[in-house]
């Protein structure tokens, strides 16, 4: 299967991130880049030109753009997604997120081990909400919708 070499976000109209923002933004850039899985199916007996892809991912119009081009910058495909399925999910990650960040500093391993838990269950349903938003326009596995949404997070982060 192909796979994405090279991701950028467009955030020029974004305030700036926090710290942990642009940390969780660099892990899943550096962690998607060194693996994942993203092929593009052939759609009404078009020729999709195979990757590995560029992908530039961005909010517009209140609408989540994955831009996607060949690395020879051949246009590959453009899809706009509803940021509707996407709000609860990611307000609910963003506070479990923002609990987690504070009980590092204050609680004891057990109780910050019971909130990885349920951030990482809150991950998981935001990565299954990408796939099915994805479905019959991109291919990708579980490992590479959860990186792809932590990036959609830092989107809305500032959006």
Known sequence: MSHISHIELDDRNLPP?????????????????????????????????????????SIRDKRLVFDIQTEAEEKAAEFHLSLGPFRQVVKD???????????????????IETIDMARRGIHNEGSRVL??????????????????????CVLHFGG
């Open 93 to 111: 990650y963003f506070q479990i997120c923002e609990s987690y960040f504070n009980a590092v500093k204050t609680l004891p391993p057990s109780q």
């Open 17 to 57: 991130p926090t710290p942990e923002i642009e940390q969780e933004r660099k892990v899943a850039v550096y962690d998607l880049l060194e693996e994942n899985t993203f092929s593009l199916p052939r759609r009404d007996d078009r020729v999709v030109p195979d990757g590995p892809y560029h992908v530039n991912l």
């Open 131 to 152: 796939q099915e938003r994805l479905e019959g326009k991109a291919d990708i596995d579980t490992d590479t919708a959860r990186r792809l949404f932590t990036l959609i």
